[in-house]
């Protein structure tokens, strides 16, 4: 074998690898579904001896993902500075895009200042039902409105 056909053999072989991660990045890209729509959310207050605000949460979810959450947020505030903290654990049950079941989700929020971040995941294996396997995130958008969302999910 000659160094031509050598590289020739390197040059296909490495088109053929190429295109192999491009057929598995858009199977992947394709399995990614994102859905929105609104909820309603009530947030009670619970007593508590500790210095943080305790809330029990209750939401009714409307569009592809329709149902219900329930949880508990811990959150505590700076008044003076400004700065703010919480976090959450939620529960949804009903269904997603026609699917029936339920999955946990955690919420992570900051603020300081002007500056504010929010993270809220679907808890790994928590799916259930026709759920089992979900993964993703969601987006919460607070207007004068009401309360939206945007979940981005996959099933595994």
């Known amino acids: 074998m000659d160094i031509n056909s050598n590289e020739k053999t390197i040059g296909l072989l490495c ?6 991660f491009a057929n598995r990045a858009i199977a992947e890209e394709q399995s990614v579904l994102t859905v929105s ?3 309603e959310v009530k947030l009670e207050p619970q ?3 500790v210095s943080v605000g305790r809330m029990g949460i209750d939401k009714q979810y ?7 959450g329930k949880g508990q947020m811990l959150s505590h505030r700076e008044p003076d500075a400004g700065s703010a ?3 959450a654990l939620e529960h949804f049950d009903g269904e997603l895009s026609g699917k029936e079941g339920g999955f946990s989700l955690y919420h992570v929020g900051t603020m300081k200042g002007s500056d504010s971040s929010l993270t809220v995941n679907i808890i790994d294996d928590s799916g259930y039902g026709e759920l089992e ?3 993703g ?8 409105d009401g309360h939206f969302y945007t979940l981005t999910y996959r099933m595994d």
């Open 37 to 39: 729509g609104s909820f």
């Open 133 to 135: 396997g979900i993964s």
């Open 62 to 68: 409307e569009g592809e993902l329709s149902g219900t």
């Open 137 to 144: 995130h969601m987006s919460i958008d607070v207007r004068e």
């Open 85 to 87: 903290v919480y976090v």
């Open 15 to 20: 088109v053929v690898i190429a295109i192999l």
């Open 47 to 49: 007593e508590d001896s």
